[in-house]
């Protein structure tokens, strides 16, 4: 995924990428890649703990990443559809 991104940011184009990585924020070898050069929806800065909203009972396994710094703001949603909670970005 991360090469993905990484080509896609080259050719000048803004990336946010995510999902159900299945992975918790105690997992940082495996998510640490992740926040090379880009940030955690709704991370307040790049250097804030990795921490979020819950999105799968009291755990937190779902991620969107984004470019550090532009204005973007997430929010975790209960969509009664699924056993997790989704998480809704907004660019600006």
Known sequence: MREN??????GGYTTCYGGDLNTTTQDVSYL?????????CGQ???ASPHAGEATDGG????YIFGP?????ACRVIDSGLS???MIN???S
Request: no cysteine; net charge negative; glycine share 6%.
């Open 83 to 85: 056993d997790h909670r």
């Open 44 to 46: 307040p800065t790049p």
């Open 59 to 62: 755990n937190k396994i779902d």
């Open 32 to 40: 640490s890649t992740l926040y090379t050069g880009h940030q955690e």
């Open 68 to 72: 550090q710094g532009p204005s973007y």
């Open 89 to 91: 970005l907004t660019t």
């Open 5 to 10: 991104v990484d080509t896609l940011t080259a």
